[in-house]
């Protein structure tokens, strides 16, 4: 599967990025929402992993730019707010939340959801 992870963490970002990569999936990470979008008008994701909080454009901003351009990415919101719930999360665009710190065992098991529909 090919995975963008975009968050202003860096060290969250090399963890998740080497464990993907350990899992064989191919990924692209970048530390802001501007980058990430460049990203995506020149390449197409699966799945993107995309913080909430971050500098310059905030995840909420990526992902409205992301459904406008009618992509078919599945959208995972990476949020430190354990109060967003689901639904909030998918009012905004998200097909999934995961709160921080991340439970690794639940992100591969969301990745794992998506690839069995690919």
């Not at 995840?59 to 995972?76: R, S």
């Amino acid at each position: 599967m090919k995975i963008l992870i975009v968050d202003d963490e860096k060290d969250l970002v090399e963890m998740l990025r080497e464990r993907l990569i350990y899992k064989r999936h191919s990924v692209d990470a970048t530390y802001n929402g501007l980058k990430a979008l460049d990203l995506i008008n020149t390449r197409e994701y699966d799945i993107a992993l995309i913080d909430h909080n971050m500098p310059e454009m905030t995840g909420l901003e990526l992902i409205k730019q992301m459904k406008a351009k009618g992509l078919k990415t599945k959208i995972v919101m990476i949020t430190e707010y354990k109060e967003l719930p689901e639904v909030g999360a998918r009012a905004i665009g998200a097909d999934e939340y995961i709160a921080k710190p991340i439970e690794i065992k639940k992100l591969e098991a969301i990745v794992a959801k998506y690839a069995k529909g690919i």
